[in-house]
């Protein structure tokens, strides 16, 4: 599969007088002096192989490649660029091995998609540019409304000196949240409401644990504190309690809620969880496969997880019984009549810069826009063609040079499939929409192997429940508060002074230390560079209010 060709326009064409065309049409100033033998502006990207992709795209359709694909014809019939890599690398090691060396070098492909603190980096070597006038003039009406909706975390997150040097791959910070997920049909057989309270869950977790029997487990935790699966964070949010978050403590001043009086409340409830049996009592070496085994075993029906543990975890307990079903619930709260406080922090962890060598900077802004177009756009979209093909082939967008996660799409689709799933009629649905109505009315009519989707995206799913979040006046989400690129010391203390706290923190849970070690293993955190680091954030905080 070769390339099409592209006309391009006549180097007497007055630049001028197009290059304020901000659609996703053929770059306004290309011209022939600039361009390669195929007649085509190069522009350079650097990217990571995708086992994805691999088992799915390419093993399904022949003529695709990496770098010759329906994304680099695309590009270039409609943009005029020639969509070159620099290097594939073949593991994220090799990965971020060969991106450092180009940093050193100062030798960076046009465009990439960094950290944090890569994007910093860049900066402080000179090597990105200021990304802000680019998108004002290019982006289309679709994009500019998606950085919009995604708030501006995402964007103040990549500016160093008020200079816009990252444009955010998006992601949806509400699905950060923390959900309590419950076995329903145990709920059911036993005549119990879904809990509102620490108390009310406990009484649930006993009667689970005696509906199940020998060997079974209460509440499900790995030794991942925080891992989104079998974590604490919601059952710290029951008594204010952020761990890894920094909150603002009433002053103005931002703490690290991992060192709270309210952490150490959390802590002392989850020691009292662990002494009455109600936890695995060795959830400490347990990763989340081994976690899982009671839950598919059928020892255990209670864990906190986030808004997509049905496609994974749950869907495995529902695969080895097809009578298991799983409903999402807010997580309880300490006290009766508390509003609901989940924890949310920024889910962009992502941005794509360009390097100051780049003669077209805008090509960014017009590939986005063409993936927005071609994937998102629920009016133009060719989802089919250019993301989703189907008959094995899933992940074709993945070939995009340049891609984007619209930050609400998941709550769009769950709004927009609703009736759809009701009447069992597609209607107009399309593209994702389209893909999910039809996985979640697999589900409905009896297909238990769709039955994750149907737990996300359909009634009572875990996406309405996020919606709940966000829309009732009995629930307060935090922030994490703290959204620039870490600063030296965090750079260079924070998994260390993390590791210090944790590893306290899992034996006051077992019952190894007491309570109090909470309380020195805290001043050992700050002497050995946590109140520096602490002191780091509230002077960016200062800055950036």
């Known amino acids: 599969m070769k390339k099409k060709m592209m006309m391009l326009m006549a180097t007497t064409m007055s630049v001028a007088a197009l290059a304020g065309c901000g659609n996703a049409g053929a770059n306004p100033q290309a011209n022939s002096a600039e361009t390669g033998e195929n007649g085509l502006i190069p522009i350079t990207f ?33 943009l005029g660029y020639d969509v070159l890599y620099s290097w594939i690398a073949s593991s994220p090691d090799l990965y971020t091995q060969k991106f450092n060396a180009a940093i050193a070098s100062g030798d960076i492909p046009d465009v990439a998609i960094v950290d944090k603190a890569n994007l910093k980096r860049l900066v402080e070597a000179d090597l990105i540019v200021d990304l802000g006038p ?18 501006d975390s995402a964007i103040k997150a990549s500016m160093i000196d008020n200079v816009q040097y990252g444009l955010p791959f998006l992601d949806c910070d509400l699905e950060m949240a923390q959900i309590l997920w419950l076995r329903q049909d145990w709920l059911d057989a036993l005549n119990l409401e879904a809990p509102k309270t620490i108390e009310e869950l406990k009484t649930v977790l006993k009667a689970f644990m005696d509906y199940a029997g020998d060997q079974s487990v209460g509440l499900a935790l790995s030794s991942d504190l925080y891992g989104n699966q079998f974590d604490i964070k919601g059952w710290c949010n029951a008594y204010g309690a952020y761990p890894q978050y920094w909150i603002d403590d009433g002053s103005g001043k931002l703490v690290y809620g991992s060192t709270t009086p309210e952490m150490k409340e959390a802590l002392g409830s989850l020691a009292e969880l ?6 695995d009592p060795e959830f400490y ?26 496609l994974d975890y749950l869907q495995s307990v529902v695969n080895a019984d097809e009578n298991a079903d799983w409903m999402p619930y807010m997580i309880p709260m300490a006290q009766a009549g508390e509003k609901v406080r989940p924890g949310i922090h920024m889910a962009t962890g992502s941005w794509y810069v360009v390097s100051k060598k780049c003669e077209h900077p805008e090509a960014l802004v017009q590939m ?28 074709l967008w993945k070939l995009a040079p340049v891609n984007m996660s619209g930050p609400n799409k998941n709550q769009v ?133």
Not at 50 to 74: C, G, I, R
Not at 440 to 469: H, I, P
Request: proline share 2%; net charge negative; charged share 25%.
């Open 274 to 279: 662990y002494a009455e049996g109600l936890v």
């Open 413 to 545: 689709t769950t709004k927009e499939i609703s009736e759809h799933l009701k009447t069992q009629d597609p209607g107009d649905l399309n593209g994702e929409m389209y893909s999910m109505w039809d996985y979640c009315n697999k589900a409905l009519n009896g297909d238990k192997t769709y039955w994750g989707w149907n737990r996300v995206f359909g009634q009572n799913g875990s996406q309405e429940l996020l919606m709940e979040y966000q829309s009732s006046d009995q629930v307060e989400i935090v922030h994490d508060q703290f959204l620039g690129a870490a600063g030296d010391v965090m750079t260079t203390k924070k998994t260390t002074l993390d590791d210090m706290l944790d590893e306290v923190f899992i034996k006051i849970i077992s019952g190894q230390e007491s309570l109090d070690a909470f309380d020195t293993v805290v001043e050992e955190w700050k002497a050995a560079g946590g109140q520096d680091m602490t002191d780091e954030v509230n002077a960016w905080y200062e800055e950036n209010k």
């Open 134 to 151: 680019y998108i004002d003039q290019y982006a289309s009406d679709y994009l500019k409304g998606l950085l919009e909706v995604g708030g």
């Open 46 to 78: 650097v990217r990571q192989q995708d086992p994805m992709v691999e088992s799915n795209v390419f093993a399904h359709l022949k003529d695709q490649s990496y770098e010759d694909n329906v994304w680099t014809d695309l590009i270039a019939d409609e």
């Open 285 to 310: 070496v347990n990763d989340g496969q081994k976690a899982n085994e009671a839950l598919v075993n059928g020892k255990c029906g209670a864990m906190y997880g986030f808004h997509a543990s049905p």
């Open 368 to 395: 986005m826009n063409l993936y927005c177009e071609k994937v998102l756009d629920p009016e133009l979209n060719e989802y089919e063609v250019y993301a989703n093909p189907g008959n094995g082939a899933e992940g």
